[in-house]
C-alpha cells in the first residue's frame, strides 16, 4: 500500500491506456514495462526505468468541486481587474475635466494597459514556471488592490495629481496578463476536457467590461463622483484580493497529465513558432481582429460624443455589444466543437466582420441609437466569434511548441495592434473632438474597415497543414487506435514521446 503518492508509469501515448487516461476520463489499468529480449519497441526504451511502484492500480479523472470556488475567485478577479481598467475610459469627458488634461493623456491611461501587457507577457511563462499558478493570481489580486489605491491618492490630493494616477495604472496594469495568460494552465490543471472550453470561456468573457460600461457613466454624474467611484472600485479590488488568497492551490488530482511534456522554455517556442507561417498568419488575424476591437470601445466615448451621444449612451452601447460578443463566443465553442470545421469557419466569420465595420460607417450618419445598437452589437458578435476559433487553432497548430505559449503569444499580439490603434484612432479623432468631429470620426471607421479587409484576405491566404493530419490518421487506424481527436492530438501522437512517471497524491 502507498502512503503518500502512488507512481504511474504510462508506456506511451500511442497506446490505447494512455490515450483512456488522458482524453477519456476512464479508471485504467497500466501495465509494466517489457524487460525481455522480445518485447516491442515502444516498450524496449523503458528497461533501463524502474518499475512502477504498483501496477494494478486505478484512478478517475474527474472534475473536484474545489474547482468550481478557484473559478468563482478567478472570475471575480477578473471582474475587479476589468473595472479597473474601464474606470477612466468609461468616462474620459469628465477625467479630462477633473485631472485638467486632454482626451489624448486620458487615452495614455488605456495605452498604458496594453503596453504593460506585451511586456509583461514575456516572463509569466516563467512565473508559472517556478511558482506554480496561486502565486500569480495572489500577485494579480496585490497589484490590482495597490494600483485601485495609489489611484485614489492621486485623485484626492489637492489639486488632484494625474501623475500618482498614472502610476497607480501602471502598477495595476501588472494584473491583467497574470491572469489572462493563466487561462489554459488553469483550465488543464482544474477541468476535464469535457468542462474546459466552458471554464476558459468563463474566465477570459469580460464581464467585468459589461458592469463597468453600464455602472460606471450612470453613477459618476459629475466630477465631484470621481473620487467616490475610485472607493468602489478599490473595495470590490480588496474583496477579489481576499478571495484569491483563500482559494484553493490545486485539485487533489492535478488533471494536467500532458502539463509535464508541453512544457516548454518561452524563447525556444518562439524560435518553434518564427517557423510555422501558418500560426504567424493567425497571429495577425486575432491581432487586426481584437485590437481593433480594444481602440473602437475605448475611444467610443470620444467618438461618438460630436453626435450628440452621452457618456452612458456610450456606456451601453458597449456593454450591450459585450453581451452579444459573449454570445457569439458561446456559440463558437458549441459549434467548434461538433464540426471542427476552423477553415470554414474563418472564411465565413470574418467577412461578416467587414460587413459590419462598412455598415456602421453610413449608420452614424443617421444619428440613430437603435441603429447603432445593432450594427455595433452585430459586429461584436462575429468579431468574439471568431476569437476562440483563432486561439484554439493556433494552439492545434504551434505543436511542438507549447500551447499555453502559443496562447499568450497571440494575445500579447492583440494588446500590441490595440496599443498602435488607440494611437492611430484617437490621432484620426482630434485632441478635442469638438471641431470637424463627424469628418475625424469617418477616417477612423474607414480604418477600422480597412483593418478588417485586411484580416478577410488573411483568413483566405490561410492553409490549413493537412498533410500532417492525414499522415497521422492513417497511421493511427494502421495500428488500430482511436479516431482523431485534435490536429494538435494527432501531432503529439506521431511524436511516439514516453509521458514521465505522474505523481498523484490519495
Given at each position: 500500500m502507498v502512503k503518500d503518492s502512488l507512481e504511474i508509469q504510462v508506456i506511451s501515448p500511442g497506446s490505447i491506456h494512455a490515450y483512456e487516461a488522458i482524453h477519456l476520463s476512464r479508471p485504467v489499468s497500466l501495465?509494466?514495462?517489457?524487460?525481455?529480449?522480445?518485447?516491442?519497441?515502444?516498450?524496449?526504451?523503458?528497461?533501463?526505468?524502474?518499475?512502477?511502484?504498483?501496477?494494478?492500480?486505478?484512478?478517475?479523472?474527474?472534475?473536484?468541486?474545489?474547482?468550481?470556488?478557484?473559478?468563482?475567485c478567478i472570475v471575480f478577479l477578473r471582474i475587479s481587474i476589468a473595472l479597473f481598467q474601464f474606470t477612466y475610459s468609461a468616462i474620459p469627458g469628465l477625467t479630462g475635466q477633473y485631472f485638467g488634461v486632454s482626451l489624448m493623456a486620458v487615452n495614455w491611461l488605456a495605452i498604458i494597459l496594453c503596453g504593460v501587457y506585451v511586456v509583461l507577457s514575456f516572463f509569466t511563462e516563467k512565473i508559472f514556471e517556478y511558482s506554480g499558478l496561486k502565486i500569480p493570481i495572489m500577485l494579480a489580486g496585490f497589484f490590482n488592490l495597490l494600483g485601485a489605491g495609489i489611484r485614489c491618492i492621486g485623485a484626492t490630493t489637492q489639486p488632484p495629481s494625474f501623475i500618482v494616477t498614472v502610476l497607480g495604472q501602471l502598477i495595476g496594469a501588472l494584473a491583467g496578463p497574470l491572469?489572462?495568460?493563466?487561462?489554459?494552465?488553469?483550465?488543464?490543471?482544474?477541468?476535464?476536457?469535457?468542462?474546459?472550453?466552458?471554464?476558459?470561456?468563463?474566465v477570459a468573457s469580460n464581464y467585468g467590461a459589461i458592469i463597468g460600461m453600464f455602472v460606471i457613466p450612470t453613477i459618476t454624474v459629475s466630477t465631484e463622483y470621481i473620487p467616490y467611484l475610485l472607493y468602489g472600485v478599490t473595495i470590490i479590488s480588496f474583496v477579489a484580493f481576499v478571495g484569491v488568497i483563500l482559494m484553493p492551490a490545486q485539485p487533489p488530482i492535478p488533471l494536467s497529465y500532458l502539463k509535464g511534456i508541453e512544457k516548454s522554455d518561452f524563447l525556444k517556442s518562439l524560435r518553434i513558432l518564427s517557423k510555422n507561417h501558418q500560426f504567424w498568419i493567425l497571429f495577425f488575424i486575432h491581432g487586426l481582429n481584437v485590437g481593433v476591437c480594444i481602440a473602437f470601445n475605448t475611444l467610443l466615448p470620444q467618438l461618438i460624443s460630436p453626435y450628440g451621444y452621452t457618456d452612458i449612451d456610450a456606456g451601453q452601447l458597449n456593454a450591450i455589444s459585450f453581451l452579444f460578443g459573449i454570445l457569439g463566443c458561446l456559440i463558437a465553442?458549441?459549434?467548434?466543437?461538433?464540426?471542427?470545421?476552423?477553415?470554414?469557419?474563418?472564411?465565413?466569420?470574418?467577412?461578416?466582420?467587414?460587413?459590419?465595420?462598412?455598415?456602421?460607417?453610413?449608420?452614424?450618419?443617421?444619428?440613430?441609437?437603435?441603429?447603432?445598437?445593432?450594427?455595433?452589437?452585430?459586429n461584436q458578435f462575429f468579431l468574439s466569434f471568431l476569437v476562440p476559433i483563432v486561439i484554439e487553432l493556433a494552439g492545434e497548430i504551434s505543436y511542438p511548441a507549447a500551447e499555453s505559449t502559443a496562447s499568450s503569444v497571440m494575445w500579447q499580439g492583440a494588446q500590441m495592434f490595440g496599443f498602435l490603434f488607440i494611437l492611430i484612432m484617437g490621432y484620426l479623432g482630434g485632441p478635442s473632438m469638438n471641431i470637424q468631429g463627424s469628418f475625424n470620426l469617418h477616417h477612423a471607421l474607414v480604418l477600422q474597415a480597412l483593418v478588417a479587409t485586411v484580416m478577410v484576405a488573411l483568413t483566405f491566404i490561410y492553409k490549413e497543414p493537412r498533410s500532417s493530419s492525414e499522415r497521422v490518421s492513417e497511421a493511427r487506424v494502421k495500428s488500430n487506435q482511436l479516431p482523431v481527436a485534435t490536429l494538435r492530438e494527432n501531432m503529439i501522437f506521431a511524436q511516439e514521446y514516453t509521458i514521465p512517471a505522474v505523481s498523484i497524491r490519495e
Open positions: 501495465p509494466s514495462p517489457c524487460l525481455s529480449p522480445k518485447c516491442t519497441p515502444p516498450q524496449r526504451h523503458l528497461m533501463h526505468r524502474p518499475p512502477p511502484v504498483a501496477n494494478h492500480h486505478t484512478t478517475v479523472l474527474r472534475t473536484y468541486p474545489q474547482a468550481w470556488v478557484a473559478l468563482f491572469t489572462l495568460n493563466i487561462l489554459t494552465n488553469f483550465v488543464s490543471m482544474w477541468f476535464t476536457e469535457r468542462l474546459r472550453a466552458m471554464a476558459g470561456m468563463l465553442g458549441v459549434i467548434w466543437d461538433n464540426t471542427r470545421q476552423h477553415v470554414l469557419l474563418l472564411r465565413l466569420t470574418a467577412p461578416m466582420v467587414l460587413v459590419a465595420d462598412v455598415g456602421m460607417i453610413h449608420i452614424i450618419d443617421l444619428h440613430s441609437y437603435s441603429a447603432m445598437m445593432i450594427v455595433m452589437s452585430t
